[in-house]
């Protein structure tokens, strides 16, 4: 069996790399003789990373997909000249890059339809895949479109596992996307919201809802925890983010101004902070910025600045905390995973509707919301329920894993029989 895992990974978002490797992870053990390769923006990380054979997910992939968004250094000079500035762009795009991105994009597809020689299965592989906003319509929805065409050209099956869906803000996004979606065999979201956003976008196929992939990594991946059981010498992760979405720098500005008060009050009460991130390079900025308003306050702060540059060193990192303050949606799951009460900061409907959904809403503050005062009381609130909340995370952590084996070996059901049985071991051991 030949099984094709397409993931938009590779620019360093490290709770998609989490995705595809927990995805490859219950492949694997379950079908131990299939030959797996990758789809991804950088094939090379891909291959040292998780020794399988990659190929591009995309014609240009030497920049992830920053690439999809670079701009014309003339472009701020006719800033003033809007109408000058289309003519010259279409005069351009029509007579020179639209005939050679056709030539290269034909070609690219040509490659990708020969490598997929012999593959049974696509799997489009979680995350939030299922996007135009970040990037365009022509990123991730058309990549998903087209190597879902071109699998099903070469007669493979293709499944969509546990996807997160939106901003959907183009027709042209949506088309895609309603396209690839018409054409798999399964079909499964992370969540309601993401299902109900496709389906207003007029796809109307067969769906199920589980819990993110990553959820169906072990909890020890990192290594055995080391949080301290003395709350007053405990561990504060913090991870900000540039909140691009807005497009308005005074709700960043903001934001480091209210985490840089909460970090000066924790540090303050002898608590030793750890400034993290689960995209690189994409947070090296707001952790520099957060460093020094936290510095600015309280020039004798424990500062810890980790340089995390994949999934082992985060989970590593992580399990050392005891609590945990982040904006990324990730980041909730790694904290939710391993059991550490965290307060979320939600930039994005994705964040807050995980946090309902884990029942943790009341430790969610939506970023336009967020003060210096509101951030104190949840935290104190956080820490004065630590216990409780610790425990129910771990529970309905193990839940949402044991449901995702489910899911798994009855998509992939070679070696079903056999799972099972590691399922009982599993839960017996856990049960001492």
Known sequence: MRIALLDHVGYGNLGDEATLAAVLLNVRSRCPNAEVLAITFNPEQTRNTHNIEALTIHRDCTSGPAGFTGGSPYRRRLSN???????????????????????????????????????????????GQLRDKAFGQYAFPYNIWKWVVLSRLRGARAYFVNQGAGPLKTATGRYFLKSALGKADYVSFRDRRSRDLLMSAGWKGESAVHPDCVYGLPADLGGPSSRLDDSAQSVIGISPMRVYWDRDPRIYEKLIDDLGDLGASLSLQNRTLCLFSTENPADDLPISDLAAAIFKRAPAAKLDTAKIHDLAEVWSCMRRMDFVVTCRFHGVVFAHRMGIPVLAIAHHPKVSTLMHDLGLSEFCIEVADCTPDRLTDLYASLMARSDEIRSHMLDSAERYRLELMRQFDSLFPIRKATTKIMMRI???????
Not at 108 to 120: K, Q, T
């Open 81 to 127: 000249h809007p109408l000058l500035w289309a003519i010259l762009r279409f005069g351009k795009g029509l007579l020179f890059r639209w005939p050679r991105e056709f030539v290269r994009e034909f070609r690219h597809a040509i490659r990708s339809f020969r490598a997929l020689e012999g593959v049974d299965l696509l799997v489009v592989a979680g995350g």
């Open 426 to 432: 599993e839960e017996r051991a856990s049960l001492g």
